[in-house]
């Protein structure tokens, strides 16, 4: 016998609740806020929106579906299932947060403040949820492309938007970098950084480096099986060159880097603190992702 469905909610923390945590009171929150010239009645407002489409968004759940929550800090401890149907109430970055622990399930991004998120990720409104989750399971979705950072350890690292290798602290980063499909081509490199990005992260950070460097690459769409790679401000030396800055990776392609640094790190989506770790010598290699993000338009 088949498990029922399981609505899993994923939200975050507001800004609202964070102030209160860190100052102890509405109260103290506000004063805090008034002494800068601040209302926090603005902030408390965004909060009693997210609230009102959560529990919209719970009480629009078929009630032969089992539920959960988890909260945004939670997902690298959290355990997806087959059956889950993923429900993320709030930005577009949530989404982009929750996708690299998931394989398949289908993902209904609910929008708390329309106009002022884009809307690429969470589609839908609250009011949408009650029409829409009874047949998420098996309604048509957007396969969205991920790329992938494969270590020579076997680490394994996913995302929606773009992956980024370098410095933790994003100082100089030196390594070798080169394209597999390229002939064997590699340069010695020192930058702050190398990032690769999908069509979906077209929109964000590889769109503001592609804008830096002219528009050349024409950006990919979300769900083309091409990627941008960018060096971030690549340092020319005797021992170290600049030829090798950006390029497209089709689906098969990948982009390889030896470490030539202490400690280098690969992460994801913005999530420093989920990154894998990478030292003198190791290998690894980026390019799209078997794995695809299955959003509900």
């Given amino acids: 016998m088949s498990l029922a469905p399981r609505a899993v909610l994923v939200h975050r923390t507001t800004e609202y609740e964070e102030l209160v945590a860190r100052h102890g009171t509405h109260g103290q929150a506000a004063f805090f806020l008034s002494s ?15 609230k009102r489409a959560l529990a919209e968004v719970t009480s629009a759940i078929p009630l032969t579906w089992r539920q959960t929550r988890v909260e945004r800090t ?7 299932a087959p059956e889950d149907v993923v429900i993320v109430v709030g930005q577009d970055g949530l989404v982009a947060n929750v996708a690299k622990y998931l394989a398949g399930q289908p ?35 957007d396969e969205l492309t991920m790329v ?13 938007n773009e ?24 340069e010695a490199q020192a930058s702050s950084g190398v990032l690769i990005g999908t069509g979906t992260g077209a929109t964000g950070w590889i769109r ?3 804008g830096e460097r002219g528009g050349g690459l024409p950006l990919p769409g979300p769900t083309e099986d091409r990627l941008l790679w ?18 497209e990776l089709a689906a098969g392609d990948r982009l390889s880097l030896v470490v ?9 989506d913005g999530i420093e603190n989920d990154a894998l770790e990478l030292t003198w010598g190791q290998t690894v290699r980026v390019g799209k992702a078997e794995t695809a993000l299955r959003l509900i338009g």
């Fill in 163 to 186: 992956i980024y290798l370098g410095a933790a602290g994003h100082q100089t980063a030196r390594y070798r970098l080169g394209l597999e499909d390229d002939g064997g081509v590699v």
């Fill in 208 to 210: 503001s480096v592609w």
């Fill in 230 to 247: 960018f060096v971030r401000e690549a340092w020319p030396s005797p021992a170290t060159g600049t030829a090798l800055v950006a390029g």
């Fill in 36 to 50: 800068r010239g601040r209302d926090i009645e603005e902030i408390a407002e965004r909060h009693r929106r997210t």
């Fill in 107 to 141: 993902v209904v991004g609910i929008d708390t403040e329309p106009g002022r998120n884009p809307g690429v990720l969470v589609r839908h409104r609250p009011t949408d949820a009650a029409a829409l989750l009874p047949s998420a399971r098996d309604c048509a979705a």
């Fill in 260 to 268: 030539e640094s202490e400690r280098l790190v690969a992460f994801g």
């Fill in 148 to 160: 992938e950072a494969v270590a020579d350890d076997t680490q394994r690292l996913l995302a929606l």
């Fill in 74 to 80: 939670d997902l690298d401890r959290f355990l997806f």
